[in-house]
């Protein structure tokens, strides 16, 4: 089945520096990869996510790449601000309504003042 | 848009008891719906695939005699932790997947924290 390993597991960046969590996967026919947000007892939110069939993907100061032929994606966030102090989660999926999201360990994310 | 509710959002219990969380879609109609537990500094751990009108199912490890799932509406949801004890205390997070549009993204809702005493 699927695996999907994310590096680091805790990250500490000085609030306006740029922030890069990777993931990895090793199931080829995976075709779904979103990033989720965890703040503290709160459910996981959708952030932005990214189909097999593009490379790049942004939003405002978040970004999304995607290596099929590697099996990596990478989530960026620029220009970091203190509420983007959380647990982040990469994922993988098949793509379709009932597949399973196979989630990453989590990268606890906080913003240094 | 993809508002995803729980109810509760925490309960306490006594040791045997057993607890009802609800799931809702507020403004979609679920096809599917997924129930995780996470124990804390962890990631989600699927327990079960919920379809509307058809039997869940569990993961490999889940009891699916301990951990009833219903699902008979397609905005409605319920896990029910029977004969619940200490070691079921955990974060409850269900997700939705909608029937039209983006059919492949989950969306959460806010999570139920049991704790049994």
């Known amino acids: 089945g699927e695996n999907v390993e994310q590096h680091p597991s805790t990250l500490s960046v000085q609030e306006g520096d740029s922030a890069v969590i990777k993931c990895t996967y090793s199931?080829?026919?995976?075709?779904?990869f979103p990033w989720y947000k965890q703040e503290l007892g709160k459910g996981p939110q959708l952030i932005i996510d990214i189909r097999s069939n593009v490379g790049e993907k942004k939003d405002q100061r978040i970004a999304v790449t995607l290596n099929k032929t590697a099996k990596h994606f990478s989530l960026h966030i620029t220009e970091t601000q203190p509420e983007d102090s959380a647990v982040y989660f990469c994922?993988?999926?098949?793509?379709?309504?009932?597949?399973?999201?196979?989630f990453g360990s989590g990268t606890r994310l906080s913003i240094r003042p | 848009g993809a508002v995803v509710s729980q109810h509760p959002s925490w309960v306490i219990c006594k040791s045997g008891t057993s607890v009802k969380i609800e799931c809702r879609s507020l403004?979609?109609?679920?096809?599917?719906m997924f129930w995780y537990r996470q124990f804390p500094k962890q990631s989600l751990m699927l327990m079960a695939t919920?379809?509307?009108?058809?039997?869940?199912?569990?993961e490999q490890g889940v009891e699916k005699d301990k951990f009833l799932i219903n699902h008979a509406s397609l905005t409605l949801s319920t896990l029910t932790v029977t004969s619940a004890h200490p070691e079921d205390s955990s974060f409850y997070i269900c997700?939705?997947?909608?029937?039209?549009?983006?059919?492949?993204?989950?969306?959460f809702g806010p999570g139920t924290r049991l704790t049994v005493l």
């Open positions: 997700s939705a997947v909608s029937g039209e549009g983006r059919t492949d993204t989950q969306y």
């Open positions: 994922a993988a999926s098949k793509g379709s309504s009932a597949s399973k999201i196979i």
């Open positions: 199931d080829s026919a995976s075709n779904y």
């Open positions: 403004d979609f109609q679920a096809t599917t």
């Open positions: 919920s379809n509307e009108g058809s039997k869940a199912t569990y």
